[in-house]
């Protein structure tokens, strides 16, 4: 009887110290969080270089304004984007994205039924806002007037080595259209 009363003395001894443990250790675990949550937090702007935030905000107003316009199909629809091929306002409905391309649906078989070629890709910020204004006249001049379309769209590149988000703007033509184009668009060169 006395080896029972000693294996269960042992056994509650044991089981004791084992629920100390736990105790201890949800204590200790405790204390880390409460360490962890006295951390400052570090922000999102905190750990991105200034100039690369002020990429970010170039970006994020690169693209015109649409709000308030409407949509050149539908004038009582709030216009969403710009097409790639006419430059026009349009709503949700009129607008798709093909390959990265927003386009209006109507000039989609355009798109799509249409061998296109680049023509040049401009670094926004070394051309200019002046020369990517002229650009952006001429092609939508040439759309209205000549009825040649181009696409144009705008491309963010990440400079790993200098820690920059680059804006261009890609300048597509037709192949037939290509060496006419050329010569129009000659001065996105220097």
Known sequence: ???????????????????????????YKYIKLKEKSTEPVVSFQ?????????????????????????CIDHPDLYAKGTCAISNEAYCELCLTKEEEIKVAR??????LDTEWEELYMVNNTVIGADKLNEL?????QM????????????????????????????????????????????????
């Open 1 to 27: 009887m006395e080896n029972i009363l000693i294996a269960l003395v042992s056994i509650l001894s044991l089981l004791i110290l084992g629920l100390f443990t736990i105790i201890a250790i949800f204590v």
């Open 46 to 70: 905190d750990k991105v270089s200034p100039e690369v935030l002020e990429a970010l905000n170039v970006a994020k107003t690169a693209r015109p304004n649409i709000i308030g316009e409407f």
């Open 106 to 111: 109507k000039f989609l078989d355009l798109l």
């Open 143 to 190: 759309w209205h007037d000549d009825q040649i379309p181009m696409v144009a769209h705008k491309q963010f590149k990440l400079n790993v080595e200098d820690d920059k988000i680059e804006t261009y703007t890609l300048l597509k033509s037709r192949v037939v259209d290509k060496d006419q184009l050329l010569e129009k668009f000659k001065f996105l060169k220097n």
């Open 136 to 140: 952006f006249k001429l092609k939508k």
